[in-house]
């Protein structure tokens, strides 16, 4: 592009950029687009160029004419739809009356800071850990060896194959914690996990999970309980129903499925339950003893638990979403004034 | 594993509790029942197995199980064999010495073979198999009775000669139903010296059984389950054989199925044993014996259970209870591979105790103990607290980008197996996600979006050198306000921007709308104290429904409503808002007019409508307005 053209639309930009008054962007509009503006002069004194570079030029100027009508677009915007007072103004002057803008958190946020607020009332920490995940951490150090069966239920995403992976469960937090940390602890984590799953209506490759590791020297499958029911009744309310079945995870023994009494039909059997009156919500149980040996930890002297549940399937249920990929952006969006 | 409840009763002939509440008790003690269906007269139980229990993926095990929990007996099917007289030797050879673990054969000559008798059909179709002939189905009505897959071979067309190998020269093999696999080395087969006759998990038609045939080798075996699991997958093939065959089965269990197996075959099919039994076992087990004290069970349980109930639960699961001392010593029944230590006791005794009977009121001790949350957890959540204060939405977008998107190829981290192929790479900054989002929220008519995401970037330093790093980006279309915005927290976070002079926080995007800050290198110069009072936020705020899958595009439409009186706008919006319902996305008064001339008021609403489609909003926005006299 022409130099003079360039360093034209950079200081229109500039003046755009600088200016965030609707008066003021329409006097630069005026000036720069309008009818006497510098922009149609230029158009006329095109017939000056030379025939050469004539075609070139007018490409150019066109350009510069477009980038700024859309400068000029994206700055008015917002100062039209800016909230002002709800007062009556004058007879005839325009004003825009709506309730005022407020933000919003992503549902699965709502949820991790609702059992984040519960937990940390419990004395606990919030952690974190890596995404990108070693074998030793996704899997060894949880008593899943190699050829264990176990690791078919979860087709790993591998960055480099057979050491390196995307999690795929938020337990590899767990070991992480259970090799750093000096028991006593008491630590919560939502986090993002990976499965190799092909993305469609119901499935995706990115789930949220939210888990609970506790080790101190007398932890029992009743505090377990009392927390996970605790946790639900504040997710539910108080006239919630978990029930807790033997269920297996290598990680833990003994391990027991949680279900929640489907919170649609009550027990009574619907599509969301699949008429089974109860939907499953997540996997806990005692610390296997090979997993705190793995990880250091004398079993004789501590006792741990852990829990871990899924976060996609209860906030597309409470949100009334029916396609998962709406959570992970695309089509989820904010009702702009309702708070 | 399809369980038909009548066929229980082989094993537990007591049973007398209806299906529906089995199935329910099933689920309660590790056996989730998926559905309890009534088909042809049958009830059919539809069990999830998991990975450790393979004796459970039989009627024996699942029949064991229930005669725990219900206390009723459990018994073995009687089985009358002739004497075998014969002196003939199968000729069979095992090489594959490592991988197998037991085999039992035996040939049976003289058999009429006939079309299944109807009660077989019907197991063998209840259990989603083609019924074959009497032979095919009796062999696989013994693997779902004991859990320990079968063969049989013609011997017509496979010969007297057996051996277990790894395949090492053949490169075709055709199954029973026809498919053809390419076969690959190493395979662990059951061949002849001339022909592919089996895989260890898998029937080969050059054997196959049919009306015509006399004389069978049958074999049952067990198998280094890794080795089968390995050739499964190497073959994409799963079958039923293979699914309990790559999990830890007793080979125990092969003397009593065999023998079951020979009985019903000279049942139905009549013929003479004619040759000794082929007895392979090189395996030497040493026995498990766990010490067990039941003290530790309330340790676990957190509830007293009874000593008496424990014991009895041990022994009727088939474990050798001995007393030593004040403690016992447990050994565990060879079909439960899954027994190894006390813990796993325990397990046993209280999920026949029940979990329904520990109180689910009392959590953990709420004593706090030392905080070890990092100080990113905590910037995030006061981040995402000041944004929402500001006017900004949340949103969440893939990890995974596609090629185009790559910003530098000589860090990204791309992934070796995704099956979503069109996006191979983690991403290495968030706003082209929000540039995606921008343009999706354009694509549905959503006005002037501001929004932010709070995520993970990735990249490589060095070549497997994998670093993630929390980033918050953010979008306004007034990139004034954006700044402002940005000034504003960090205000909020007790920070100035000379602060940030040394560290390379911020990069902006597309005329400086978008605007990315690593928050890792800001999480270790942020006030902890500081933070710990912005996240005050409660989420029970925002407890109530905001967020919205759009199906559609969004309809806006206007109109204009004349009043005689002044009324305050926001009364307007609340009393319109209220009437035009759930479709409502937003509403706003954009003029209000006062014609003197006429002595009227004209306020001009835009309403704009979601999730409907245009023609069912202007149906609704004229019925709300009354706009329908108008016309």
Redesign the interface.
């Known amino acids: 592009m022409d130099q003079k053209l360039q360093t034209l639309q950079k200081n229109w ?1 500039k003046k755009i ?2 200016t ?1 008054n609707a008066d003021q962007l329409e006097q630069i509009r005026i000036q720069s687009l309008g009818r006497k503006g510098k922009i149609n002069q230029l158009f006329q004194d095109i017939k000056k160029i030379s025939p050469q570079k004539r075609k070139q030029y007018g490409q150019d100027l066109n350009l510069v004419k477009t980038t700024i009508e859309k ?1 000029i677009h ?2 008015t ?3 039209k ?1 800016h909230p002002s007072s ?4 004058s ?2 002057k ?6 005022p ?10 949820t991790e ?2 059992i ?2 519960l937990f940390l ?3 606990f ?4 850990g ?3 995940e070693t074998d030793e951490y996704c899997f060894e150090r949880l008593n899943v060896p190699k ?4 690791r ?2 979860q087709d790993s ?5 057979p050491e ?1 992976l ?1 999690r795929t469960q938020t337990s590899s937090v767990e070991a992480r914690l259970l090799a750093t ?1 000096k028991p ?4 919560a984590f939502p986090g ?1 996990v990976y499965r ?4 469609n209506k119901s499935n995706h ?2 789930f949220h999970q939210y888990q609970a590791v ?1 080790v ?1 020297k ?13 946790m639900f009744e504040t997710l539910y309310g108080p006239d919630v129903t ?7 995870y ?1 990680e833990v ?5 949680v279900d929640l009494q489907c919170f649609s039909c009550h027990g009574s059997g619907c599509s969301l339950c699949k ?1 089974a009156g109860w939907i499953e919500m997540g996997g806990a149980g ?1 610390i ?2 090979i997993v705190l040996k793995k990880a250091g930890i004398n079993p004789k002297k501590w ?1 741990g ?1 852990a829990f871990g549940m899924g976060l996609d399937r209860w906030t597309m249920a ?6 998962i990929r ?14 | 594993m399809k369980i038909i409840y009548s066929h229980l009763q082989k094993f537990i002939p007591q049973l007398k509790i209806d299906p529906k509440t089995v199935a329910d008790n099933l689920s309660l003690i590790g056996h989730f029942a998926d559905s309890v269906e009534k088909i042809d007269n049958q009830v059919v139980i539809d069990l999830e197995i998991r990975q450790n229990r393979a004796d459970c993926l039989s009627y024996y095990g699942i029949a064991k199980e229930l005669a725990t929990l219900y206390q009723i007996p459990f018994v073995t099917p009687s089985v009358n064999l002739p004497p075998i007289t014969k002196k003939d030797k199968l000729p069979i050879k095992v090489t594959a010495k490592s991988d197998v673990k037991r085999i039992m054969a035996l040939r049976l000559s003289n058999l009429k073979n006939t079309p299944s008798p109807t009660w077989l059909k019907q197991f063998i179709q209840l259990h989603q198999l083609n019924s074959i002939n009497t032979i095919v189905d009796l062999t696989n009505y013994i693997m779902f009775l004991y859990g320990i897959p079968n063969h049989a071979f013609d011997t017509a067309k496979s010969t007297n000669h057996l051996i277990w190998e790894l395949n090492h020269q053949f490169d075709r093999f055709t199954t029973l139903d026809g498919t053809k696999l390419q076969l690959h080395p190493s395979l662990l087969m059951v061949n002849n010296p001339k022909k592919a006759l089996s895989l260890s998990f898998l029937g080969g038609q050059a054997c196959a059984i049919n009306l015509d045939t006399t004389e069978v080798i049958f074999e049952m075996a067990v198998y280094n389950r890794s080795k089968v699991r390995a050739d499964s997958h190497q073959l994409k093939t799963i079958t039923e054989a293979g699914i309990r065959l790559d999990k830890e089965l007793s080979h125990h269990l092969i003397p009593p199925a065999f023998s079951y197996l020979i009985s019903l075959i000279l049942k139905h099919c009549h013929g003479q044993i004619t040759s000794q039994t082929y007895n392979y076992c090189l395996l030497k087990e040493k026995p498990i014996i766990i010490n067990f004290d039941p003290k530790q069970i309330s340790q676990y349980a957190g509830v007293s259970i009874p000593n008496d109930f424990a014991l009895d639960t041990l022994k009727q699961l088939g474990c050798i209870v001995n007393k030593r001392h004040k403690t016992y010593q447990v050994k565990p029944p060879h079909f439960r591979r899954d027994l190894n230590l006390i813990e796993d006791l325990i397990e046993e005794i209280i999920r026949f105790w029940r979990y329904d009977k520990i109180p689910t009121d009392q959590p953990i001790s709420d004593q706090p103990l030392p905080d070890i949350t990092p100080p990113i957890a905590n910037l995030t959540r006061s981040l995402k607290n000041i944004l929402v204060s500001l006017g900004y939405d949340e949103v969440r977008s893939w990890p995974l980008i596609k090629e185009s998107q790559i910003i530098n190829p000589k860090t990204v981290i791309r992934t070796q197996n995704s099956i979503n192929s069109k996006y191979p790479a983690l991403r290495q900054s968030i706003i082209p996600s929000l540039i995606n989002q921008k343009q999706q929220y354009h694509r549905l008519k959503l006005e002037n979006p501001q929004f932010f995401e709070i995520g993970k970037i990735y990249y490589q330093e060095k070549v497997g050198d994998y670093q993630e790093k929390y980033s918050l980006a953010l979008h306004h279309p007034n990139v004034t306000q954006l700044q402002t915005d940005i000034d504003t927290i960090l205000s909020q976070l007790q920070l100035n921007s000379n602060q940030l002079v040394d560290i390379p926080l911020i990069q902006k995007h597309r005329q400086n709308i978008y605007v990315e800050i690593i928050l890792d290198s800001l999480a270790n110069i942020v006030d902890q104290k500081h933070l710990h009072q912005n996240n005050n936020f409660s989420a029970k705020k925002q407890k109530r429904t905001t967020a919205y899958e759009l199906t559609g595009q969004i309809t806006t439409l206007d109109a204009n409503l004349n009043l005689k009186n002044k009324i305050n706008p926001t009364t307007l919006i609340r009393k319109y808002s209220k009437k035009i319902g759930q479709h409502l996305w937003r509403i706003v008064i954009t003029d209000i007019y006062h014609d003197t001339a006429k002595k009227l008021y004209r306020y001009t609403f835009r309403v704009s409508y979601f999730n409907l489609n245009s023609a069912t909003a202007k149906t609704l926005h004229l019925k709300v307005f009354n706009l329908n006299n108008l016309k």
């Open positions: 930009l950029r600088l965030n400068a994206t700055q915007q917002p100062a739809t709800p007062s009556l103004k007879k005839t325009k004003s825009t009356f709506t309730l803008k407020i933000g919003h958190l992503h549902p699965i946020s709502i800071y609702m984040n607020d009332k419990l004395g920490s919030i952690y974190d890596p995404e990108i050829d264990h069966p176990a078919e239920l995403i591998y960055i480099r194959e390196t995307l940390a006593p602890f008491k630590v993002r190799n799953e092909k993305v490759f990115v506790a101190t007398n932890i029992n499958l009743k505090n377990l309980f009392g927390t996970i029911n605790l978990v029930r807790y079945r033997t269920k297996y290598p023994e003994p391990g027991v499925g008429d005692i296997h003893p006792r638990f409470k949100y009334n979403i029916k396609d709406t959570l992970l952006g695309g089509n989820l969006a904010y009702k702009p004034n309702q708070p």
